[in-house]
T-cell receptor, first 114, second 112 residues
């Protein structure tokens, strides 16, 4: 079983719809990242969070540490949001010291139609 | 955008030949990483560096070596390329071990 599981794997939406992508993980973490990869291949970091919620424009990321779960929401989706969204977690080292290595989910392919 | 470039961007080579991929940064970040991205696996760490001449293995390091003789350059070498190393390779940088990582544009490598 992968340490990081994303759902759904594929998501199709109509422009304007509210979108939710989920990420579940099985290890203790110090932080969780959401990244975006456009069809051209470039990867951009969207959020890094360790608790609560963060918002940037139409994107909202939440995390529940106790339930080991995070969600990425997109409000008023647009065709330019079409991309692969990747969840990644930074594991806790034994004893609670964090270090930089990330474990990535397989990504959610989002397609938004006009 | 962070100043990260990768070269070459595309390469086709034959099994058994050596290949070196270069990652160059202009941000003076301490940490540099090499990942490979394959369908069904997501991004996986090959090697990373936490300073000049300081490197460590990631989860898929077999068949790969790295070198970092300058802060700005991190080289990934496949000593004898195999078809299983056909992949898209991404370099990333970060200023600290737990900071946001910034990714390069990727190198698509095909080993025939």
């Amino acid at each position: 079983k992968n340490e990081v599981e994303q759902s759904p794997q594929n998501l199709t939406a109509q422009e304007g719809e509210f979108i939710t992508i989920n990420c579940s993980y099985s290890v203790g973490i110090s932080a969780l990242h959401w990244l975006q990869q456009h069809p051209g291949g470039g990867i951009v970091s969207l959020f890094m969070l360790s608790s609560g919620k963060k918002k940037h424009g139409r994107l909202i990321a939440t995390i529940n540490i106790q339930e080991k779960h995070s969600s990425l929401h997109i409000t008023a989706s647009h065709p330019r949001d079409s991309a692969v969204y990747i969840c990644a977690v930074r594991s806790l080292r034994a004893g609670g010291t964090s270090y930089g290595k990330l474990t990535f989910g397989q990504g959610t392919i989002l397609t938004v139609h006009p | 955008d962070a100043g990260i470039t990768q070269s070459p961007r595309h390469k086709v080579t034959e099994t058994g030949t050596p290949v070196t991929l270069r990652c160059h940064q202009t941000e003076n970040h301490r940490y540099m990483y090499w990942y490979r991205q394959d369908p069904g696996h997501g991004l996986r760490l090959i090697h990373y560096s936490y300073g000049v001449k300081d490197t460590d293995k990631g989860e898929v390091s077999d068949g790969y070596s790295v070198s970092r003789s300058k802060t700005e350059d991190f080289l990934l070498t496949l000593e004898s390329a195999t078809s299983s190393q056909t992949s898209v390779y991404f370099c990333a940088i970060s200023s600290g071990a737990t900071d946001t990582q910034y990714f390069g544009p990727g190198t698509r490598l095909t080993v025939l």
